[in-house]
């Protein structure tokens, strides 16, 4: 690990050697121009698009819905009801939009990704590279990073968006917080409800999956960038990588959905056994309230913790693999 | 063998004389958009108004009872669409090129920026005084509206079937129109002050890249990214403003079900009030970050790149000797 003093002497970062622009190899790579006009086309292109499709989504909603309502509304009253409708459209725009962008930016990784071993193994560089003092550990390492920087322009953008759709919801949340509970309840009994604390268990199951929410482009991106490195690993030209890395990236994209929408299913199965045993014909009775809950949300905090490891697992193992292969490779 | 003699490919001609096709290129497409840009902007947006507003209402439906009014009413509204919907497209594109060009314009040290600048927003005279044009159209459709619908000028008044609360309210209508006559006059010179904003904008965006590409889309995003934060204030700034009125009184408590009587928590007034405030904050605004843009831009033209720095200190510390530093590039024609 390497000191590098950042533009204010005060501030000191830690990163790994094989990160700094000191280091040969990241250097390289980091400056390095993308060979194909497109690809570097798409990718310097992809934070304005972004920017570019929420606005006008955006500013199409706000704009359409606000006069439609001027045009049929006939008192403020009628704006509480039109605000909530505004920001449900916005959050859902948005969630289609960094659903676009996300899968464009994972095609741009992979392609970025996929001929950063092979391309080396192609050209018969990877043996030249070997008998160097770096290790392959750095030289590794060094590439899967400069990737990494490549694309954080990108990143920010995605990640941008991920927190103004967040915002958006809990605008959202609020005002359904609103309506459900300041005008159909009296402060005493709001005030109790708060007491109880029955709010915890929501909020406990909620902090996994608001990490998990935030987490998912700078998550994608590791994990996305493995995938291109293991399938740069494993083929023998740019050619076969690139088609490898994206095959296999569908594979683990469809792989991952059947095993979600599968533990869902069981989970679900077996908490209803769980909490409704009379219903299901156990003859048991019902579960005390907070039992209930407690178990329920653990559960739903637990499945979101888990789907978040195993991201990190599969993002380790990919690594983990591309090492082990690059270790025999010759050429 | 014949002695044919070979053409000179593209290819072969020298680096000098292709510099200067393209950019005469290019000086010659700047022209055309210069001389051009005017009369095509005023034969699209009439010939639009006009096809638009005869296809859309050039014969009543048997069931209207006042043709006249149907058609007038029709055909404004029309127009207002039309002019309102290319302003816009023109106003978002000039902001976008300008910065762009801004971005562009961000090289060498600094000092000439200023200058460099002022040529941009000279080339983008034309294209801002569209856009007025356009404006002007807007302006001129509510003004006929106004004419058709409260006086006798062009014949007796038209029923424009506007909102109930415009025909109950006429000296609250007539405040807002008094405050409409200080927002339109911002209105019109906003073009200009947006060329200005987004050439400021994009010059200090422009100056965390050395290359061209990575500048312009560094310009864009900038660019995209301010109207994005202004769309955003809109909205978050309205459902949290609208939020905290709802948590401090309930509407449905004074809700009467009488379209007459209904609930307004503000008053015209007040809201033509608001309206100003907005109008001076943007305008604050624009102005003032500017300058400030522009002035970061220059230092940190002036300063070494941060890249630049560190290859320095890498160079320092490995004790191999300094390399030449990048000239500045101060001829504004290159």
Known sequence: ?331 | MSDQTVPPTPAAAPVATQRRARRWSRVRWRRMVQIGCLPLTTIMAAGLVVSFSLLSYGAPPSWIGDPRSYIIAGRLGVSAAILFALQLVYHWINGLLAANAGAQAARGQGRSLRSRLRIVRRRFLVPVLATVLLRLGVVLVIVLVMLYAYTRVFGAPIDLSFPDWIERNRDEVLFAGAMLAVVIPYWLINPFLRVRFSTALGALAGTWSPRSDERTSLALSARLGVGLVGVLALLWGGAILFLIMLSVSNPASRYTYSPYRSYQPLSAAQLSLAALVIVAVLLAGQVMLTAMFTRLAQQRLGRPRATQRKRLAALVESGESEKPAVPDETDLTA
């Open chain 1, 1 to 331: 690990m390497a000191a590098i003093t950042s533009d204010r002497d005060s501030i000191r970062i830690r990163v790994p050697h094989w990160s700094s622009p000191r280091h040969p190899i990241y250097s390289l790579e980091t400056r390095r121009r993308i060979q194909n006009r497109v690809i570097g086309l798409l990718q310097l292109g992809c934070m304005p698009a972004i920017f570019a499709a929420t606005m006008l989504a955006l500013a199409g909603i706000v704009g359409t819905m606000l006069v439609t309502q001027m045009m049929y509304s006939s008192s403020w009253y009628d704006y509480q009801y039109v605000i909530p409708v505004i920001l449900g459209w916005a959050a859902g725009t948005m969630a289609l939009i960094q659903l676009g962008a996300g899968a464009m930016a994972n095609i741009l990784v992979i392609a970025q990704a996929a001929p950063i071993i092979s391309g080396e193994v192609e050209l018969q560089s990877w043996g030249l590279l070997r008998t160097t003092t770096l290790s392959l550990r750095e030289i590794f390492f060094a590439k899967y990073a400069a990737i990494l920087t490549q694309f954080r322009t990108p990143l920010f953008a995605l990640m941008l968006l991920r927190v103004i759709s967040t915002l958006t919801i809990i605008l959202l949340v609020g005002y359904s917080i609103i309506q459900d509970m300041f005008y159909y309840q009296t402060w005493a009994e709001w005030l109790r409800q708060v007491a109880r604390f029955r709010w915890l268990p929501v909020f406990v199951a909620a902090v996994p999956w608001l990490v998990f929410y935030a987490g998912q482009p700078v998550i994608q991106l590791l994990l996305n960038t493995a995938l291109g490195m293991a399938a740069s690993a494993y083929a023998r030209t740019r050619g076969q990588a690139v088609a490898a890395g994206l095959v296999l990236r569908l594979g683990v994209w469809v792989t991952t959905g059947l095993l979600n929408g599968s533990a869902i299913f069981v989970l679900n199965y077996l908490s209803s056994q769980w909490r409704y045993p009379s219903y299901v014909g156990m003859g048991l009775p019902y579960l005390p309230e907070w039992l209930d809950l407690w178990s329920t949300w653990l559960t739903v905090a637990f499945y979101g913790a888990s789907v978040l490891a195993a991201q990190m697992g599969m993002i380790l193992v990919a690594l983990g693999l591309s090492l082990r292969r690059a270790r025999t490779l010759v050429g």
